[in-house]
């Protein structure tokens, strides 16, 4: 038991100090559990260490930094860990709302990791889900069982991004470069459903996917982190498979109401030349206001493009949809853009129900921030600093 957890007759009851809003509380009492404490686990890095490995940093746009991607994995999994001995030293038997961040502090980066214990119910796990979440992922079939995560760090495209290899291209899809981001981007995602597969689960719901910069260094991190979880339907539908979904926990079991279930989360990405070089900025020049049409179609292509790839890949697991596709842009310099899909294939599947008719309100009212700090002490501000030491 956690030792700051009150027993029924303690004569001297002490205040568990949470991070569940009152919300969250409510969901936690229809799961027939109670809150515990607040929870933290982090490891910190020197940045000199970081700046040692910019000459592993490959001169090909979007390849892979290895040695990047395994010193922040390993942060975050020491952030991570420290946060579950806490838990196992303190009680409880799971931990919502686990995150893993980032946090500079001068010439030093922070892995952190926080989540708020819990008690009762059945089994013992940790979620990247707050309480809320959580009841629409359990409502919905899916039992929590540990948090997992995947990134990759890679180039964005250093010395010029070679620039002597498109002088060929004028403008349209740079084949090569598409292909590197998908796999770079995808191994994200095989990383996360390694995780799973480590504590035998066969689903990871819930992925929430950010990109973040290392400073000057060239380099960026997609991580991806969710909840793996069971399902007793899962093995029936895609045997030994891991399904992959990043809708909200709402929209989750709105589906799963409807009879859908999510199969695989799906990304798709393409490398675009502006065709600066192939005489589009000559064309630019001449228009003085309205539309750039030639721009216009090249971004217009590579958003097609980038949707096509997930019509493939939800085609090539049997999906009917494929919902919530977001689509992002990124600037990669040297007239080069990426266009970024991404996306959960589903389907309708016989025998697949949710538990109640009804969500609670307190289940999905979603909580306002009650502290706002507008202070110009933003520590990714000292990022930029601090790497180009």
């Known amino acids: ?44 890095f020197s940045m000199g260490v970081i700046g040692g490995l910019r000459s592993g940093i490959k001169t090909t746009l979007g390849g892979e930094i ?8 390993q942060g975050r999994q020491l952030a991570y860990g420290r946060l579950v001995t806490e838990q196992q030293q303190t009680g409880g038997n799971g931990v919502a709302g686990v995150s893993s961040e980032i946090v500079f502090h001068g010439n030093n980066v922070e892995f952190l990791s926080v989540g708020s214990a819990l008690h009762g119910g059945t089994g013992n796990f940790t979620t990247s889900a707050d309480v809320q979440e959580l009841f629409c992922q359990v409502d919905s079939g899916f039992v929590p069982t540990s948090f997992v ?3 990759v760090a890679y180039s964005i495209g250093v010395a010029g991004v070679a620039m002597g290899g498109l002088r060929k291209i004028g403008h349209g899809e740079v084949h090569s470069y598409s292909d590197l981001f998908n796999v770079t981007r995808q191994r994200a995602l095989d990383r996360i459903i390694d995780d799973a597969k480590k504590v035998q689960a066969n689903a990871v719901i819930g992925i929430k996917t950010t990109i973040l910069p290392f400073g000057r260094t060239g380099v960026q991190e997609m991580v991806m982190i969710g909840t793996a979880s069971k399902h007793s339907l899962v093995d ?23 009879g859908y279930m999510p199969l695989e989360l799906v990304l798709g ?27 216009t179609e090249i971004i217009y292509g590579a958003r097609e493009q980038s ?15 494929v919902l919530g596709v977001k689509t992002y842009i990124y600037d990669l310099g040297s007239d080069l853009i990426e266009l970024l899909a991404i996306g959960t294939a589903v389907k309708k599947i016989d025998g697949v129900r949710t538990r109640s008719d009804q969500l609670p309100p307190q289940a999905i009212i979603r909580d306002k921030q009650t502290f706002v700090n507008t202070a110009e002490m933003h520590y990714g501000f000292n990022l930029n600093d601090a790497s180009a030491n």
């Open 1 to 44: 038991m956690d030792n700051n957890q009150n027993t029924p007759n303690d004569p001297n009851p002490k205040a568990v100090v949470s991070g569940l809003s009152g919300n969250e509380m409510y969901c936690a009492a229809m799961l027939n559990m109670a809150p515990g404490n607040l929870l933290i686990g982090n490891s910190v």
């Open 66 to 73: 290895t040695t990047f991607t395994d010193m922040v994995a």
């Open 149 to 151: 995560f995947g990134n």
């Open 236 to 258: 029936q539908i895609m045997p030994g498979k891991v399904i992959t979904s990043d809708l909200t926990a709402e929209e989750t079991w709105n589906v799963t109401r409807m």
């Open 269 to 295: 990405t393409s490398v675009y030349s502006l065709g600066v070089i192939g005489g589009l900025r000559s064309i630019i020049g001449e228009i003085r206001h309205g539309e750039v049409a030639p721009l």
């Open 307 to 321: 949707i096509s790839k997930l019509k493939t890949q939800a085609a090539a697991v049997g999906a009917d949809d």
